[in-house]
Structure formats: C-alpha cells, structure tokens
C-alpha cells in the first residue's frame, strides 16, 4: 500500500538473495492486458480466462533481491519467444530436449555451451524392491538394487504450449499405481523441471528417477543446512560403498573442471550418485512404524540443471532457491506512496553469500538478520539495509550481543569464511 503505482500494476515480489527473472502467475480483473517492460512493450505471456477475470502467466525480469518490481499493464499483444513443444521435442534459447516414445530423455542438449548432457535416457524412473532387516521408514540396504522394475508409458501427448511454458505429459502405471509427470521448460530456463503427481499405492518399493551424464568426477556434492558436503561416487572401499544413499536438500551435483549437472528438487531428501549415473529417491513404501507410509497421492518437483564450471561458480544454491521459493505477484491498482516501483529491503554484495532469516529479535530490540556463505568462499561482505538503521550488533545464535559493528552508508560490513553462520541484530 506504500508504493507509488501512477498506473494500474502487477507487483512481483522475491524472496530469496538474488535477482531473479522467471515465470509468475497473478489474476487480473479482466483479459486483453498483459505486463510489460521499462519501454511499455508485453513481456512474454500466457492467459487463462476464469470466472473472476484473467489467470496471466508471464515472464518476470530483473526482480530484485529481498524486494520487488511494479510492471504495468499495457493491451495485450502477442509475443514470440520461440519456445517449441512436440511428443518428442522441448527447446528455448538454451536447451533443446528430445524424448523417446517410452517418454524418456535421450538428449539434453546444452546449446550455450555447446554440450551433451546425458550418456544415457535420462529422466527414466525405476521402482526397486524395499526390504530392509528393520526400522524400513529408515534404513536403506544396498541389496534393494537386486529386483527393480521400470514402469513404461502408457501415453505421451503434449499438455502444455504457450509463448512462456512448453510440457510433455508422461502417466506411468505400475501395479494399482500412477505417476503423472509433466516435463516442462519455460521461456528462459536453463533447466528442465518434471512436475510429479504420483498415486502411490505400493508396499516395500522405492521410486528413484535415474540420469546417467555426460560428466566424471571421483566426488559429488550435496546441500547440506548451511553449507554442502562431498561424498565419493566410487566405491572402492568398503566405507565408499556404505555412502551409496545420500542425504541433502534442494540440490546434488556433479561437476568436472568447467561443467556440471545439478539435480534439484522441492521436498526429497535423498540421492545416489555412483560413477555418471546421478539419481534422485522419490517416494518409499515402508511398513515399519507405519505399515501404510508414504501411501496416497503427492504431489512434488525435480529439475535438471546444466551449467559451466563447478557448482560454485555457477549459480546452483541461486537456482534451487528459485525452484524452492518461487517469485509471487499480486495486481494492485493506481496509489500514491512514498517507495519507488522497485525496490530491494535487503541486499548483499557477494552472491555467495545466502540471506537465512529476517526476523524480529525474540526480545523486541530492533531485527535479526542471519546469513551463511554457501560455496566454500571468504571474503568481505557488505549488507545494504534499505531501512531504518542506527546500529549494528554481530551476536551468536542466542541473539546475545558480542560486540557493535560500525554503519555507514545505510549498511555495513564484515569477514565471512567458508560454510559460516553470522548473526546481527539491527536496531532502527
């Protein structure tokens, strides 16, 4: 309500360390108009008329970290992105996907860098026998790899084709269960998402997505809380063998000297990378404490990212902040305010360095600010607090404060080392 909108606007708003540019959704009152950029030309788009006005999809750009950007809306025109979809083929300005008719990957092509990214098919789901001595919702034996099954497709058809989202559906049956799988590439992506509805209704089985790349290296990396871990993709020893399940969260990667792939996800937790074959574990059946675990419908997504270089020069931790905590917009008419129309709360200098948590001091004196370096980097770092700010405090993660940190310019700075966690309490 404080931003100064001369026009009728739609206001996208991001949430994570980074700017970002990608697709939002947002209703507005009535069809024919569309978002558009600094010069007044639409901005790539979709429409979907519902009973309360029109659902537009379109393609944010340059949104600013920890803030927002006003677009206004402008006649709706149609506008060309050239992305193209068929049963067999997905391509944007930087990968071209080809399907075989089982609906798997057999070729990601990087057309940026000029790269293959599989050796294999890709994307292709396989069910395993799950049956653990004991505690099955949380052990995991190596031997679940003696008895697999790969579901085929029982129908690949296109289900999505506009300027801004092209999708391949894919629905699977495997006993009395079905998964739903939607491979999607956006205008502007660099990686492909596969957006799953799975009808789980298996016993003793583990759904792992399997994709063997075109990449080599004795170690993987996985995220890890405030940080990344490595675990070795041979098993050359005995103690290399019993990593062959590994914890993480939004991402696992594999990189050579100047290039790398990532998987990405939304809600799963579990990977295995042995030799180039990177795979993700879906979904469980386990019958110990709960005989009917993980049973029902869910509903999640993963993503393959190509990218050059290793994973810390190349924009991993930013990209699966934006699968995990996605832009929103929200239309809102013509007002005075005093913000301009766009506009960042909080940002940082290093893009190595990750924004945790913003949030009101436990005591009520003034705001805390928690941050993390990400990518095994050191360095100084500069905050800039776009409110208001008398002083600065670094304290530990009781909010007790340590010691004062000088401010100028509306922000200040201070020394970060590898996978460190800071805390500053900020008073205005």
């Known amino acids: 309500e404080r931003i100064l ?85 997905l391509e944007n300005e930087y990968l071209r996907i080809e399907l075989d008719e089982n609906g798997y990957l057999t070729s990601v092509y990087d057309k940026a860098n000029g790269r293959e990214v599989l050796s294999g ?17 949380w052990n995991l034996e190596l031997n679940y790899q003696k008895k697999g099954w790969e579901p085929a497709a029982e129908s690949v058809t296109v289900s999505e084709c506009s300027p801004v989202r092209a999708a391949v559906r894919v629905v699977r049956r495997f006993n009395k269960s079905v998964i739903t799988q939607d491979i999607v590439l956006a205008a502007g992506a660099k990686r492909v998402d596969f957006e799953t509805h799975v009808d789980w209704k298996e016993t003793e089985k583990i759904l792992k997505a399997s994709f063997p790349v075109a990449v080599k290296n004795s170690f993987a990396a996985y995220e890890i809380q405030h940080g990344a871990i490595c675990r070795p993709t041979h098993w050359n020893t005995s103690y290399d063998k019993a990593k062959f399940e590994v914890c993480g969260h939004k991402w696992a990667d594999l990189s050579e000297g100047d290039y790398g792939v990532s998987l990405l996800n939304d809600c799963k937790y579990g990977y295995d990378i042995h030799d180039s074959r990177m795979r993700i574990s879906l979904l469980r059946a386990p019958i110990c404490p709960d005989t009917t675990g993980d049973k029902g419908e869910h509903t999640f997504t993963y993503s393959l990212y190509p990218h050059a270089n290793v994973w810390q020069q190349s924009g991993v931790v930013a990209e699966a902040f934006a699968l995990n905590v996605p832009m929103r917009a929200v239309y809102a008419e013509r007002r005075d305010g005093a913000l301009p129309a766009e506009f960042s709360f909080v940002s940082l200098d290093k893009s190595h360095v990750v924004i945790d948590a913003i949030k009101r001091a436990e005591d009520g004196d003034g705001w805390i600010l928690r941050v993390y370096e990400a ?54």
Not at 125 to 133: A, C, H, S, T, V
Not at 389 to 406: F, G, H, L, T, Y
């Open 5 to 89: 909108l001369p026009e009728d606007s739609v206001v996208c708003w991001n949430f994570t360390s980074w700017p970002q540019t990608g697709l939002v959704t947002v209703t507005l009152p009535k069809a024919g108009l569309a978002p558009a950029d600094e010069n007044g030309r639409p901005l790539p788009y979709a429409v979907k008329e519902t009973g309360s006005g029109a659902e537009v999809t379109f393609l944010a750009k340059d949104v600013p970290a920890m803030g927002y950007k006003a677009f206004r809306l402008v006649p709706a025109e149609s506008v060309e992105t050239g992305l193209y979809v068929s049963e067999t083929r």
């Open 121 to 137: 098919k890709g994307n292709v789901l396989q069910i395993f026998q799950d049956k653990p001595i004991h505690e099955s919702a």
């Open 375 to 428: 990518e095994e980097k050191r360095g100084k770092v500069r905050v800039k607090w776009n409110l208001p700010i008398k002083s600065v405090s670094a304290c530990n993660m009781m909010e007790q404060d340590e010691r004062e940190i000088p401010v100028s310019d509306g922000g200040f700075a201070f020394d970060i080392t590898p996978h460190s966690v800071e805390t500053f309490r900020i008073r205005g």
